[in-house]
């Protein structure tokens, strides 16, 4: 069965490093990806949107084409930022699985290669911890440790 597998967590969670490790053949849909160029990482806080409006028109196009492991490896810490992914994958005929891997919120801020200010990160914490005890019952979801 075709499936979708939304990872979610914390910026230096380790989201990436398992996406390779045990999803090596996935289409993997990232934000990230948009702030590669030229093989470097080069974040920029003000094209945030436009990195998750490609993530997410690649999502679709992969989706639409039938493949048959797709990957969506973003930070996710609201409902929100889940759910577009979930309706279309369900249209599309896949399995939907949501996983959150939860680490510690001073190792993950140590190890992000993001530069985000405390006081957004900290919000961000309180809103994963938040969706995790609210995903939707009719969600499948499962909370992973983080290496």
């Not at 959150?100 to 290669?113: E, F, G, I, Q």
């Amino acid at each position: 069965m075709k499936r979708v597998i939304v990872l979610r967590g914390l910026p230096g969670s380790g989201k990436t490093t398992l996406v390779r490790k045990e999803f090596p053949d996935a289409v993997v849909c990232s934000a990230d990806d948009f702030f590669v160029v030229d093989g470097e990482y080069q974040f920029n806080l003000g094209l945030i949107g436009q990195a998750h409006q490609a993530c997410w028109r690649k999502f679709f196009s992969a989706v639409q084409s039938g493949a048959e492991l797709v990957v969506v490896d973003n930070t996710a810490t609201s409902i929100a930022e889940i759910a577009p992914y979930v309706l279309p994958a369900e249209t599309y005929g896949y399995s939907v699985e949501i996983v959150s891997l939860r680490c510690d919120p001073a190792k993950a801020a140590s190890r992000s290669v993001h530069d985000v200010p405390d006081a957004i990160f900290k919000k961000m914490v309180a809103s994963f911890e938040a969706s995790s005890a609210a995903m939707p019952l009719w969600w499948q979801h499962q909370t992973r440790d983080a290496e």
